[in-house]
């Protein structure tokens, strides 16, 4: 593991492993692929703009070709990656205007999966999302990017799994797995923010004020699209 926290080249951090594997009963060999191969980019292994061989994704992921290559005609029709050349994809760049737009959507489908489940948000729930959030707080100090990419994505599952919509989540995944939101936890305070974010959220949740919740969740992805376009190189950063 290097000192950014980030795992050397040529092979995955255990949490990424793990996060495929437990997916794993889900998919089929291609399904679960894609899923490892977009964990990869979420999580940051693969960077945007990054070229990466069919061979390389193989060993870095313990796959064998045939399905890596099935995922890629799928992930390619999704517009995450490009296909490079006939073994090699490349990680689709994101600029501002794309990552606008990713956040455009996804504060449609998130703000409606809070209304859907609110109703069924009950004291345990909010005890886990209390749990998870004294987990990132103990991260602030921590290089573990991963971890902290990891704890985050569960926090917002755990409230989005209770509107018992899987077409709404599965949705909610997908458009989040076009950009790699790992490099969001490399700024500075960005964890603290989003720590704090979360804090109003889990209050108007016990005030059992949804208003307050749809518009706590408003503010926490505006501010996580302005820390998201900071990441971007700074020819990417103006909307065209």
Known sequence: MSGTGRPGRGELSATDRLNA?????????????????RNAIQNGFYQPGEVVSQRRISEDLSLSVTPIREAIIQLAGSGLIERHS?????????DAERLSDIYHVRLMLELDAIRLAFRNIKKPTIAELKLVNSNLKQLIKSTELETINSLDRQFHYIVFSQAHNKALISCIEY??????????WSKPKRLTASIAE???FIA???DGDLKGCIEAHRKHLESGLKAALDTLPAGKRESQ
């Open 21 to 37: 594997v437990d997916n794993a009963k889900f998919f089929t060999k291609r399904e679960f692929a894609a899923e490892a191969i």
């Open 86 to 94: 006939h073994h090699s994809i490349k990680v689709k760049d994101v």
């Open 175 to 184: 458009v989040k797995s076009s950009f790699s939101f790992y490099a969001l």
């Open 198 to 200: 979360h804090t109003q």
């Open 204 to 206: 108007r949740l016990e």
